[in-house]
């Protein structure tokens, strides 16, 4: 058995061997798309327009205009004491938001009084404008002074404490969504041309006569596919810290156990996807739209499973990503132990069992 298994893995390595482009894109594609779309996607929000009207022309005025400027958020376009020119700039593209700064700012702040800044935004973006307004809520908050008017104490302020990510990087949170989108869909849609070259070429009549049982031809076919997805895994990891400087706070062995477990699933799905399609094109076709739009909407990667309606809640109990996913986070920027992701484990390990066990039927079939 183990000689027919390995004598299958041989003849797939050297397909691979001949086929250069299709192993390049299995093993250097993943860590360079991690590497595009790792700066292409962020929700940071930098160089936002923005108009300063200070209609009070104090040292706490300009302080507070200059909070603003300093930040590194927002870059100045324009600055006046005229309130009217906000809108006629919004109007006109000129600025995305506004800080408005009411006359007697200064004195009313040396009384001890409450005194509000006026922030104008665009919410044509509304998830910009959101960011936006944290931002500016967060920056009013640092250059209005606590005081202690008539005796009174003064209010109360919120120090912000942020785990595992202190400051809020866009590329902490995204990359390991990026690792599992992207090495799920590079080995569903390899291992999905795998049986179905082998109808298209007429070589399954070959196999048929050969000895091969059906458990032989699904591990023969895709130990090379998981040996290279392993590595490409690994490439991206590595692309991640010394690119994104993304931590490892966690077990390597931990992650490569959950890795193995998501890339058998993966493989194991791309391979029933190849017994299903007649050619190719249909393989290819098929693990794109099972793999792509799954693992980037129903995964967690980029909205919160816990925002979803019941019925997506319950759908994305079928989507591997979701399970790896969290595992990643877990291992990787928590540094948690088997005891916290060990849920996430076991979905994979069901995923990836039932996924075999339909390739292996289909390929019984096929033989």
């Known amino acids: 058995m183990i000689r027919r298994i390995a004598a299958m893995a041989v003849k797939e390595f050297l397909h691979l061997k001949r086929d250069r482009r299709t192993t390049f894109l299995l093993l250097g594609m993943p860590a360079v798309l991690l590497v595009f779309y790792g700066f292409a996607l962020s929700f940071d929000v930098e160089h936002v327009r923005l108009a300063i009207v200070d209609q009070d022309n104090s040292r706490q005025s300009r302080e507070a205009a200059n909070a603003f400027v300093r930040c590194g958020f927002f870059d100045l376009v324009w600055q006046g004491d005229n309130a009217r020119d906000v809108e006629r700039l919004l109007d006109a593209g000129r600025v995305q938001a506004a800080l408005v700064i009411p006359p007697r700012y200064g004195a009313t702040l040396a009384q001890g009084r409450e005194v509000s800044l ?20 967060q920056i009013a908050a640092s250059v209005t002074p606590v005081t202690y008017a008539g005796g009174r104490m003064g209010p109360v302020v919120a120090v912000p404490r942020v785990w595992y990510n202190p400051n809020l990087s866009s590329p ?21 041309l795998a049986v179905v070259r082998e109808k298209e070429r007429g070589t399954m009549e070959a196999l048929r006569a050969t000895p091969l049982r059906a458990i032989e031809l699904l591990v023969g076919k895709t130990i090379p596919y998981f040996l290279i997805g392993f590595a490409a895994a690994a490439g991206c990891l590595v692309t991640a810290w010394a690119v994104f400087d993304m931590p490892m706070q966690g077990s390597i062995i931990w ?3 959950v890795t193995v477990l998501f890339l058998a699933g993966s493989l194991g799905w791309g391979v029933f996807l190849s017994t299903v399609a007649d050619t190719q094109q249909m393989a290819f076709q098929l693990g794109l739209l099972s793999s792509m739009l ?5 995964s967690g990667f980029i909205f919160p499973i816990s925002s979803m309606p019941p019925v997506l809640r319950l759908i994305t109990h079928i989507v591997p990503a979701r399970y790896f996913l969290a595992a990643l986070r877990e291992i990787v920027l928590k540094g948690a132990g088997m005891t916290v992701w060990w849920p996430d484990a ?18 019984v079939r096929s033989l």
């Open 118 to 137: 006026q922030f104008v935004l665009d919410g044509a973006d509304a998830r910009m404008a959101t960011t936006v307004l944290g931002y500016a809520r």
């Open 172 to 192: 902490i949170f995204l990359v390991p969504g990026l690792v599992a989108f992207i090495m799920a869909i590079s080995a569903v849609v390899a291992t999905a």
């Open 255 to 257: 992650l490569a156990v």
């Open 294 to 298: 799954p693992n980037m909407l129903l």
């Open 346 to 363: 076991l979905g994979l390990v069901v995923f990836a069992a039932v996924v075999l066990l339909l390739a292996a039927g289909r390929i």
